[in-house]
């Protein structure tokens, strides 16, 4: 690096330190001057705060007058007129009134802006002017009430016609197969092979479906039941023990 660039950037860097060093012993100098006023600031913001809040409260009860008269309608001008002070100060009054109770501010085609502060009479009588009148709404809801049954009808009448081919559907699962009764049996001779029939052989035997045996098998009338429906008109019982359907008449 030659000379001539290193003494450039030395000149540089003078230029640089020399205002800094000027502003560290100015304020070293005069930092008591700073605290002051800092002080002096805080102090004016906070009596200007204080001055604030003294005046709103005096003008609290024109603007309750005014939200009062005006349904909760109010604007800029007609709280300055009303109190007489400039519209400056009525608009950042309701500025803030407006934060504090959430009303809503509408801008009219003029360039103002009308603020509206929703109370419990306003709010009343927002209600009673949605309520319809009885007599608007009687006619067209004996209307619609003549259609709503007009509609029903057919329903019904499908709703019977469903029963009917539930109930028929029931009645053909109730009913015991005919092709069971119609089917040629089998001697008992050679049905107790070995002195007993198993529940789908006596289903079979008796012309009804094997769940019919399996439900009345612990029945005390069972030997009476299967005796109306054997084709020779034997009484059957039934082994807890051993599973299967004997014969009470006598074997075979």
């Not at 330190?17 to 100015?26: N, R």
């Not at 329903?155 to 040629?184: F, G, R, Y």
């Not at 049996?185 to 008796?206: D, T």
Request: net charge negative; aromatic share 10%; proline share 4%.
């Amino acid at each position: 690096m030659s000379e001539k660039t290193i003494e450039g950037y030395g000149k540089g860097f003078l230029v640089l330190i020399l205002p800094i060093s000027v502003a560290i012993i100015f304020f070293v100098n005069t930092w008591r001057i700073w605290i002051v006023l800092v002080a002096l600031l805080i102090g004016l913001r906070l009596f200007q705060s204080y001055r604030w809040q003294q005046w709103c409260t005096k003008v609290n009860p024109t603007f309750h007058q005014l939200i009062e008269s005006n349904q909760g309608r109010i604007t800029p001008i007609d709280l300055a007129i009303k109190g007489n002070f400039s519209g400056t100060k009525a608009k950042r009054y309701l500025d803030t009134k407006a934060g504090e109770f959430g009303a809503r501010i509408v801008k009219v085609e003029d360039g103002n802006q009308v603020y509206h502060f929703i109370t419990a009479k306003t709010l009343s009588s927002l209600l009673d002017s949605s309520e319809p009148e009885a007599e608007e709404f009687s006619a067209p809801t004996l209307k619609s009430s003549t259609q709503i049954l007009a509609e029903l009808e057919p329903k019904k009448e499908v709703s019977h016609a469903e029963s009917l081919v539930n109930e028929t559907i029931s009645e053909q699962i109730n009913a015991e197969p005919e092709h069971l009764h119609t089917e040629d049996k089998k001697p008992l001779e050679k049905q107790l092979l070995f002195g007993s029939l198993i529940q789908s052989e006596l289903a079979k035997r008796l012309g009804v479906y094997s769940s019919t045996v399996f439900k009345r098998r612990n029945d005390p009338q069972f030997s009476e039941w299967s005796r109306n429906r054997d084709p020779d008109g034997i009484a059957w019982t039934y082994s807890k023990e051993t599973k299967e359907f004997f014969p009470v008449d006598g074997e075979a």
